[in-house]
């Protein structure tokens, strides 16, 4: 039952009355340390009353919390060293990491305590010490994978066709080998040497990303933008479309070209998950995620009906037509492919000159510009606008929240050997088995004194005022007549208050 009040106590909106009765509680509580503490004990997802204040995004119950876990180890002067407890904030030790459930929230009030004390200085220590120079090598190493991938698709095996064209349209001149003639020659088996470093890099992605699918869930571990979701979809799309290709290799089945050039785009387009590492490209990548998988997916469904509905007219105005004068549209899913470039105005208007075009293509056309360029086109570039200026009021707090889930990623995946524990641990101290966090922290006197100051210039600033404000309304008749003199003394009065001050802080340097 105390377990149970602590936690609704944490999802309370009057703060102060919630941090009193909380404290009231444990007062009550035998075990106070241990594994039988009130505070250490989980509800039914899993969370303590110190993780459901990170993921509810209450600032001040966190706070509340870590002042209590905190140890003032020494002071001098204005210096002052605290070790703070972060026994379930550090990721090292957790199932259910305090920090991947901030990242992994959808409420924007939790990524707020990753500006907090200590969080904020955990994740710089782990950032700057392991994180980055590890996830730059990753970058550096996956580049080199898709250049040797690259290499074994632009060098793979073809040789010259010998059969007979079927139509004036066919325009092949090479087809695929078959399994007994693609490795032959010493090329070949260069070749085969980069095509098993791919096939291997494709079933290491699988075996890392499969467990985590089972840990998180797919709904959250794919729909999460931070935890970088389309990526990983990205990336385990093409460990597939791989080991598709080298089954159509092994059978010598003709087509490999469809899945390699799939694997192609997407392998190079994961290199943008590489740019949350940097401060300067991190915060684009989001931008780019909320607008394909926002504005572009809501708008591409108003785009299929306008293409799919003018494609199929154009291909019935020019369906009894000679294809040979005006080839754009002389079958439907060229219809389409035309269409599509239209709408984007990557192409003009296909027309020949030479022969008479059907009325009812003008008619068409006409209304299909207006509707697809002039209309839809500039809707989507201000859907897009407002996509950004929503996004780049926060892009710092997004781009801190991705470090955050990189650094969890980067944990849970390299040997401990690597990767030691950050933090002190207590016994060095005699504060048991916890692990701490130790944070200097400097106290200036002189900017309480400055603020003390100030405060008592804008008070004298704002009695002359008042006085000011009261002659003028004395002397209402004569407001024209009186306004210098009262704007020149009120000014003199400031200057005199604000030189007094001045004067104040002189002394006391």
């Known amino acids: 039952i105390g377990n149970t009040v602590l936690h609704i106590l944490v999802l309370q909106p009057n703060k102060t009355f919630a941090c009193h009765m909380y404290s009231l509680i444990l007062s009550y509580d035998r075990n106070k340390e241990g594994p039988g503490s009130l505070e ?22 966190f706070q509340y919390l870590m002042q209590k876990r905190k140890q003032n180890l020494w002071s001098f002067g204005p210096l002052t060293t605290v070790l703070y407890d972060i026994t ?8 259910q990491s305090f920090l991947e459930l901030i990242v992994s929230t959808k409420k924007r009030e939790a990524r707020q305590i990753l500006d907090l004390t200590p969080v904020k200085e955990l994740v710089s220590l782990k950032w700057n010490l392991y994180g980055r120079p590890y996830f730059c090598f990753l970058a550096l190493f996956y580049i080199l994978y898709m250049v040797c991938f690259t290499m074994c698709c632009v060098y793979r095996p073809l040789k010259p066709r010998t059969g007979n064209k079927t139509s004036s349209r066919d325009n092949t001149v090479y087809v695929q080998k078959m399994l007994q003639e693609s490795y032959v020659a010493y090329e070949d088996e260069l070749r085969l040497v ?25 709904a959250k571990y794919f ?29 010598s089945t003709t ?36 607008m394909i998988f926002g504005d572009l997916m809501r708008f591409c469904w108003l785009m299929a ?9 154009f291909y019935i105005i020019f369906q009894t037509e000679n294809p040979e004068n005006l080839g754009q549209f002389y079958n439907y899913p060229m ?94 101290y005699g504060l048991g088995d916890r692990w701490y966090l130790r944070v200097e922290d400097r106290v200036d006197p002189n900017k309480h004194k400055m603020m003390r100051y100030t405060e008592a210039f804008k008070a004298q ?28 003394l009120s000014r003199s009065i400031s200057r005199t208050s604000s030189h007094r001050g001045w004067e104040i802080l002189r002394r006391n340097t």
């Open 194 to 218: 980069g095509e098993l470093i791919t096939v291997i890099g494709a079933v290491v992605i699988l075996v890392l990303e499969i467990p985590d699918i089972l840990r998180v869930g797919a």
């Open 88 to 95: 379930e904030i550090d990721s090292w030790a957790e199932d």
């Open 255 to 290: 087509g490999e070209v469809v899945p390699m050039s799939f694997a192609l785009v997407l392998g190079w387009c994961n290199v943008m998950y590489f740019a949350r590492g940097f401060q300067m490209l991190g915060p684009f990548t989001i931008m780019i995620q909320k």
């Open 461 to 488: 600033d704002r009695d002359n005022y008042d006085k000011g404000s009261e002659k003028l309304e004395i002397n209402r008749d004569t407001l024209y007549k009186k306004d210098l003199p009262a704007l020149s």
């Open 305 to 313: 009906v306008v293409i799919l509905g003018f494609a199929s007219a």
């Open 335 to 428: 219809s389409l492919f035309t269409t599509f470039e239209l709408f984007l105005t990557i192409i003009d208007g296909p027309a020949n000159y030479d022969v008479d075009l059907p009325f009812m293509y003008s008619v068409v056309y006409f209304a299909f510009a207006i509707i697809a360029a002039l209309l839809m086109l500039n809707l989507l570039i201000a859907m897009m606008g407002d996509t950004h200026w929503r996004v780049a009021h926060e892009q710092d707090e997004l781009w801190r929240a991705q470090v955050v889930a990189t650094t969890v990623m980067l944990e849970r995946k390299l040997p401990r050997c690597l990767w030691p524990r950050s933090g002190i641990c207590g016994r060095e």
């Open 223 to 251: 729909g999460q933008t931070i935890l970088g979701g389309p990526f990983h979809i990205i990336v385990i799309t093409y460990a597939c479309m791989i080991l598709v290709t080298m089954v159509m290799r092994l059978t």
């Open 40 to 61: 250490l004990i989980p509800n039914n997802e899993g969370l303590t009353p110190f993780k459901l204040a990170g993921v509810e995004g209450n600032t001040v119950m």
